[in-house]
């Protein structure tokens, strides 16, 4: 990433004012800070070569002490201000990743980006505060006070100006060296912390799993493993900070004195007179300030770059282009799937592979076949997330990549195998679909709400909470098991109007009496005249559908490979 990328004023609207003030504040510091050296120069040098008075002097201290207050009120408000865009900037960005990996689908995230997008969009986009707060104004202020001050002191005299001319290129060469070095320690660091973040959260995703055949505590070595190798790449990455600082201050310290050296000898021989001496000499560490600022800023901020650009290596992933057709009315349109292949993600497979079948409204159609065929797959590519390497999905003889999704997505109706509720009461996670039921049907909307719940045995689960339809739940559903939210989520699907119901595997997490409570629930869908599209396992929900479709995976040819 560039010192001021344009990407970031390009993604990141907040940025952009921020640029701009932060210029400002820049300009108005550099006035500040020539003012200062001045008024120091011109205070000091009367009282030191003619024994002037503190009334002599009183009007320059009292402008000096209004130039150092509008220093520090400049200084505040430019760190405010520099918060909150970087509160806003990550913010924006935030957004943009999630909304974008989204969009990408469920494909490109099972690629293995998925884990690194959640890792880069809460942890790693945090890393850029420090780059928006400290180093952006330093680099700003490098291209404002750093040349003000040195036309200032080239006015003063001339031969502390060629000193600073040939000696301050030292301090960016040096800085764009380490620099490098801590870039590459910066890009190790991220990685390790992404692959820790993946570790964990594969870790809580299965510990349900692993508590159940009592192996919870395996993982505990790989993740303090990974743990202890974040740890260290942190700290090489500090090491490399604090040498770089030294060397940096060291660097400018020596300049200032070689300044410092030559302005005393000519004063000692009267070539420069006291006042002019003075400014130099408190103008020229301010000369050199904003660049030591920013290698010393730089080393805390380049986390934040790499995952700003990480940022925007996932926002610039193409998309696939977007239909524009409206979708027609599922309730009486017939979908046809033609040859449809997915490639798997990783493997040197199609699953689904050569899927032909046809699903007519109001019927139930089973998808069959063993693990990794395909079945999944071809749901996704029903709902759209995924399009076909081969064949094509089309509703009443149009493409479905060529439909307006979101007129497709109002219609369909999706259980995936873990049903993931939002934060709220149970009432609220019913409560859109049983409004629309009630406003279409003129159901009173308590009586839609038991009945449903009836059917599909959540009326049983909300007797035993303390609160019933009051319940409040955490993200995700926390607070209800597996099989509990699948029947709040077929609840909402009995309550709602949507005329495709798709379910993935809605018996795996239930026992035989839940099971024969979701097969009433889809036996009432069929008969309420919505299609029911479901992947089926247990021969008992193969038997219920009206048309059972068996998937199959085979490997790819060498052509499509090629492909």
Known sequence: MKPLDPKLLRYAAPARGYVLLTAAFGITTAGLVVAQALLIAATLAPVVSAGATLDDVSGHLRWLAGVVVARAVVTGLQERYAHRAATRVVTSLRGQVLAHAAALGPRWLSTGRGVDTVTLATRGLDDLEPYLVRYLPQLLLA??????????????????????????????????????????????????????GAQVLDLLAGLPTLRAFGRERGPVARVRELGDAYTRSTMSTLRVAFLSGMVLELLTTLSVALVAVGVGLRLVYGEVGLETALAVLVLAPEVYLPIRQIGVQFHASTDGITAAQKAFDVIEEPLRPQGTVTAPDLARATITVDGLGVDAPGRDLRAPSVLSLTIRPGRMVALTGPSGSGKTTTVLALLGLVSPDSGSVRVDGTDLADVDLSTWWRQVAWL?????????????????????????????????????????????????????????????????????????????????????????????????????????????????????????????????????????????????ALA
């Open 143 to 196: 291209v404002t006070v750093t040349p003000a001050t040195l036309v200032v002191v080239l006015g003063l005299d001339w031969i502390s100006a060629l000193i600073i001319i040939v000696t301050i290129p030292l301090v960016p060469v040096f800085m764009i060296l380490v620099g490098q070095l801590t870039q590459s320690y910066s890009e190790r660091r991220l990685a390790v912390m992404q692959r820790l």
């Open 416 to 560: 995936p195998q873990r049903s993931t509720l939002p934060p709220g009461t149970l009432r609220e996670a019913l409560g859109a679909a049983e409004s629309e039921r009630s406003a279409s049907v003129g159901t009173p909307a308590s009586e839609a709400v038991t009945r449903a719940m009836r059917l599909t045995g959540l009326d049983a689960v909300v007797s035993t909470l303390p609160d019933g339809l009051d319940t409040v739940l955490g993200q995700g559903g926390v607070g209800l098991s597996v099989g509990q939210r699948q029947r709040v989520a077929l609840t909402a699907a009995l309550l709602g109007e949507e005329p495709l119901v798709v379910l993935d595997e809605p018996t795996a997490h239930l026992d035989a009496l839940a099971e024969d409570q979701v097969l009433a629930s889809l036996a009432a869908l069929r008969d309420a005249g919505r299609t029911v599209v479901v992947v089926a396992h247990r021969p008992s929900l193969v038997e219920l559908a009206d048309d059972v479709v068996e998937v199959a995976s085979a490997p790819r040819t060498r052509d499509e």
